[in-house]
């Protein structure tokens, strides 16, 4: 993983820097752009893959975390003026899927070339509401059962009290900006939307992902996959097929079947279109 010269806040993720578009992946709560290590080696030989470095982590872990989506998605758009000489595709899991969103947002009404395509993964809808929602109002304890209910973090890890001290104000932070999000009405989506979700996740409901159709003009593909929350690093070389797809159908003349419909590898399951 590399950093790039001039900014923190975006990571190359691999070295393949000769392709027809980049993919911007946004991390998951309490996530570093390292989650997307796998991807970015596994897509080495497609697309160039940048990961986004939220501050308060890794090696920006003594910076001043930001605990609110409008004010990350701004950061982010600024940082990716840099890299709009090719299209970006935006990849985002759970919270940095409405991170991605709102970065896809400001590119479609602030620039010229707005987005390609957004990718979303494991996260409902922007425009469902929750206000029942409070984890990040709650004690430790509370925080480290949602981690251990959602998987994806090494049972060890959860164990050792002084990792966690480390993890868990980057958690309750991105927690309070994924809880208080309200969308704020707006245009339309122009660009192509590919929603991944696992049949099992247990704060996903294949309800609650379908509703990604009303955020945009453009095709919708859902594909579900087996498993849960965190299906994306389970199911690894099946989701990376899926992105490839979805990153060579949404460049201009890229293959669409009738209907507006993209074709992609993944689970069959009711949410497939």
Not at 63 to 79: C, G, L, T, W, Y
Not at 98 to 104: L, P, R, S
């Amino acid at each position: 993983m590399t950093a790039t010269a001039t900014d923190p806040w975006i990571l190359r993720l691999n070295d393949t820097r000769d392709t027809a578009a980049r993919l911007v992946a946004f991390p998951h709560a309490g996530g570093s752009a390292s989650f997307f290590f796998g991807l970015g080696r596994a897509l080495r030989s497609q697309v160039e893959v940048l990961g986004v470095q939220y501050p308060g982590r890794q090696e920006r872990r003594t910076e001043k975390m930001i605990d609110n989506i409008p004010d990350m998605a701004d950061q982010v758009f600024s940082r990716l003026n840099a890299w709009r000489d090719r299209p970006l595709v935006l990849l985002g899991h759970s919270l940095g899927a409405i991170v991605a969103f709102e970065v896809a947002r400001r590119l479609e009404q602030e620039t010229s070339t707005g987005v390609s395509g957004l990718i979303v993964s494991g996260r409902r809808a922007p425009s469902i509401i929750k206000d029942d929602e409070d984890l990040h109002l709650r004690e430790d304890r509370d925080l480290l059962a949602e981690i251990r209910v959602l998987g994806g973090t090494d049972g060890g890890l959860l164990q050792d009290d002084e990792l966690m001290q480390m993890i868990l104000p980057a958690v309750r932070t991105d927690y309070k900006a994924i809880e208080t999000y309200r969308m704020k009405p707006g245009p339309k989506l122009q660009c192509p939307v590919s929603v991944l979700t696992g049949d099992a996740d247990p704060r996903v409901s294949l309800d609650e992902v379908q509703a990604w159709r009303d955020q945009t003009a453009g095709a919708v593909q859902f594909r579900v996959f087996p498993g849960g929350h965190f299906f994306i690093t389970d199911h690894l070389d099946e989701v990376c097929k899926a992105i490839s797809t979805d990153v060579a159908a949404f460049r201009p003349g890229g293959p669409v079947t009738a209907g507006g419909k993209r074709p992609g590898p993944g689970k069959s399951g009711p949410l497939d279109v």
